[in-house]
Structures are given as structure tokens and as C-alpha cells.
């Protein structure tokens, strides 16, 4: 049984994330289990640092935003009307939005502020323009079954397959 990271491997990781400064950004309670082998199932920097790695060696990368979550685009940042929105509205909900009848190009906004009769929402990604560390082990390596390398990504428990293309 090969244990080590090369194409065509589904790969476990715990990991975390810090900015430069080692402030905590994502403590990653959950495991990423990703398709190895430029399948863009992750960063592609943090794929090329995998490669040929073994269970319980790690790595630590450092991503700058056009690595990771892309730069920060203050034209993702809209004012629309309070009465657009439910009566029940928070900073920090999430709503999708886009071109009409495109579903492809659909965004995610975020609260960020709620003013009077004006909402501001953001489309960027929360860590958008911050270079990031991640520091990732790597704890469970198999062979990836012929539908994931169809697919193009991993099936498993708690793979919905309702969402596979």
C-alpha cells in the first residue's frame, strides 16, 4: 500500500490557518479531504508542497491573496435598500446574488453593515486580500476510485451526490 502523496491519491489533512503574524484565522475543526493531482480541489501552492509527502509529515506554506482568496475587490461591496432584505437581518448573513438566470456566476454576499435603510453587503471572500499560512499533516492517503478521478473529486460519507456533475 502506498502511503504517499502523488496524483491520483485522496488525501486527509488536518490543518490550520494563521496570518503572517500567527494570529489564528481558521482553526480547521474539520479535516480536508481533497483529490491530489491538479484537480483544483485546493490552493495549487499547498498541492505542489504535498507531493510525495507521508502520513503524519507536514508542511507549512504561505499563500499570498492572489494565491489564495484572491486580491480584495472593492467593486464586490454593494448599498441596497433595507426593504430588499427580510425583517430578521444580521450582520454576517449570507445571501447569493448574480447575473439574472446565471447560475455559473452566482456570488456569496455577506452583511457587513446594516445602516438606517441602507444594507451593505460584501461579495469578497472573508479572507480576501491576506497573504495566509497553512500549516497542514497529512493523515490518511488512499488510492482515489475510478468515479472521484471521473468526477474530478472525492466521493465518501457525507458526499451528497445529488451535488456531483
Same mark, same amino acid.
Given at each position: 500500500? +502506498?502511503?504517499?502523496?502523488?496524483? +491520483?491519491?485522496?488525501?486527509?489533512?488536518?490543518? &490550520?490557518?494563521?496570518?503572517?503574524?500567527?494570529?489564528?484565522?481558521?482553526?480547521?475543526?474539520?479535516?480536508?479531504?481533497?483529490? &491530489?493531482?491538479?484537480?483544483?480541489?485546493?490552493?495549487?501552492?499547498?498541492?505542489?508542497?504535498?507531493?510525495?509527502?507521508?502520513?503524519?509529515?507536514?508542511?507549512?506554506?504561505?499563500?499570498?491573496?492572489?494565491?489564495?482568496?484572491?486580491?480584495?475587490?472593492?467593486?464586490?461591496?454593494?448599498?441596497?435598500?433595507?426593504?430588499?432584505?427580510?425583517?430578521?437581518?444580521?450582520?454576517?448573513?449570507?445571501?447569493?446574488?448574480?447575473?439574472?438566470?446565471?447560475?455559473?456566476?452566482?456570488?456569496?454576499?455577506?452583511?457587513?453593515?446594516?445602516?438606517?435603510?441602507?444594507?451593505?453587503?460584501?461579495? +469578497?471572500?472573508?479572507?480576501?486580500?491576506?497573504?495566509?499560512?497553512?500549516?497542514?499533516?497529512?493523515?490518511?492517503?488512499?488510492?482515489?476510485?475510478?468515479?472521484?478521478?471521473?468526477?474530478?473529486?472525492?466521493?465518501?460519507?457525507?458526499?451528497?451526490?445529488?451535488?456531483? &456533475?
Amino acid at each position: 500500500m +502506498n502511503t504517499q502523496v502523488v496524483r +491520483n491519491t485522496v488525501v486527509t489533512i488536518d490543518y &490550520h490557518v494563521t496570518d503572517p503574524d500567527g494570529e489564528v484565522v481558521d482553526e480547521g475543526r474539520e479535516p480536508i479531504v481533497y483529490l &491530489h493531482g491538479g484537480y483544483d480541489d485546493i490552493f495549487p501552492k499547498i498541492e505542489e508542497a504535498m507531493q510525495g509527502k507521508k502520513v503524519g509529515e507536514s508542511i507549512s506554506v504561505k499563500l499570498q491573496p492572489d494565491e489564495a482568496f484572491g486580491d480584495y475587490d472593492a467593486e464586490l461591496v454593494q448599498v441596497e435598500p433595507r426593504k430588499d432584505f427580510p425583517k430578521e437581518l444580521q450582520v454576517g448573513m449570507q445571501f447569493e446574488g448574480g447575473a439574472e438566470g446565471d447560475e455559473e456566476d452566482f456570488i456569496i454576499y455577506r452583511v457587513t453593515d446594516i445602516a438606517d435603510d441602507k444594507v451593505v453587503l460584501d461579495g +469578497n471572500h472573508p479572507l480576501a486580500g491576506m497573504a495566509l499560512v497553512f500549516t497542514c499533516t497529512v493523515t490518511a492517503v488512499r488510492p482515489a476510485s475510478p468515479e472521484e478521478l471521473e468526477h474530478g473529486h472525492v466521493h465518501g460519507a457525507g458526499d451528497d451526490e445529488d451535488e456531483c &456533475h
